[in-house]
């Protein structure tokens, strides 16, 4: 009979070892595939791999095109600072030419207030005066110039400063006065 302390020498070195060594190879077995064991599950990472490229390929061409459409608007924004640069010069220039405008305008109201003061103040002198010398001063002038003095005279002294003028520049001064 075998005793007991053999029993467990035998279990020890040969069962022990036997067992743990078919589990290791049992669960290398199933991890590669070789045999299937149903406690254990193995997902198939190729798949996923797979998966996921072509997860990165779209984001990738997603990217692309938002890059594109990146470039598509910094051209965009570059034209549309052009445009308003260009406008904005533009603006510049109006206004420059409006400055300048308001001032010939001005100048040329300032002319034409001492023009007609100046009209005004000779329309006074003759007025003073007698038609007779009224009317030999006048006819020196031009038409359009004694009209403008008129403006300024009533009309009974218009009317004595014509009588004492030539008939013909008279009628031709009221022609033009009509």
Known sequence: MISIPRI???F???LVPLLIGSVIF?????SLGIIKVP??????HNEQIEELNKQISNYEDTITSLRKIIENQKEEITKIKQEYLKKEQELLSRERELKEFELQLKERE?????????LENLAKNLTTMRAKDAAAILTHMPDEEIIKIFNFMTSQKVSEILSALDSQRAAALILKMM
Request: charged share 35%; proline share 0%.
């Open 12 to 14: 020890y070195i040969v």
């Open 39 to 44: 406690f254990l599950k193995f997902t198939d």
């Open 26 to 30: 049992t669960l290398l077995a199933g």
């Open 110 to 118: 300032e002319n034409l207030k001492s023009e007609e003061e100046r």
């Open 8 to 10: 467990k020498a035998i």
